[in-house]
């Protein structure tokens, strides 16, 4: 059985110590999540929201968000979105599937470019 590489570390400027991104720390992150709430938790509180795996928990989420973005993260949450029944017209019934999101507050100095604007 093959053991796991471990991964290389990368200097930055700051000589801090910062770790590539392997292809499981890119499988955990599937997406921003772009609502009202939490935009308004991201400029009022420096947190992000993530759309995540299921299986996945805080310390994975906590690693990968570290290696992809290169930020500090200070603490994760982590909720079960429930999967929710829908009405598609008067007659046929669908679903929304459910999914696992993380809030993620970074450390004062971090941020995530990924919700400011590109100001033109």
Same mark, same amino acid.
């Given at each position: #059985?093959?053991?796991? !590489?471990?991964?290389? $570390? &990368?200097?930055?400027? !700051?000589?801090?110590?910062?770790?590539?991104?392997?292809?499981?720390?890119?499988? &955990?992150?599937i997406?921003? $999540?772009?609502?009202?709430?939490? #935009?308004?938790?991201? @400029?009022?509180?420096?947190? &992000?929201?993530?759309? %995540?795996?299921?299986?996945?928990?805080?310390?994975e989420?906590?690693?990968?968000? @570290?290696?992809?973005?290169?930020?500090?993260?200070?603490?994760?949450? &982590?909720?079960? $979105?429930?999967?929710?029944?829908? #009405?598609?017209?008067?007659?046929?019934?669908?679903t %929304?599937?459910?999914?696992?999101?993380?809030? %993620?507050?970074? @450390?004062?100095?971090?941020?995530?470019?990924?919700?400011?604007?590109?100001?033109?």
């Amino acid at each position: #059985m093959a053991r796991a !590489k471990k991964p290389e $570390v &990368v200097e930055t400027k !700051k000589a801090e110590k910062l770790l590539k991104p392997t292809l499981k720390e890119l499988e &955990v992150i599937i997406e921003p $999540v772009y609502t009202e709430k939490a #935009m308004l938790a991201n @400029q009022a509180g420096n947190t &992000v929201t993530f759309k %995540v795996r299921k299986d996945a928990n805080r310390l994975e989420i906590k690693k990968a968000i @570290q290696a992809l973005y290169n930020v500090n993260v200070e603490k994760v949450r &982590v909720i079960n $979105v429930h999967a929710k029944e829908v #009405m598609k017209d008067r007659r046929h019934k669908g679903t %929304v599937s459910g999914y696992k999101k993380a809030i %993620v507050k970074l @450390q004062e100095g971090s941020t995530i470019s990924l919700f400011e604007d590109k100001g033109e």
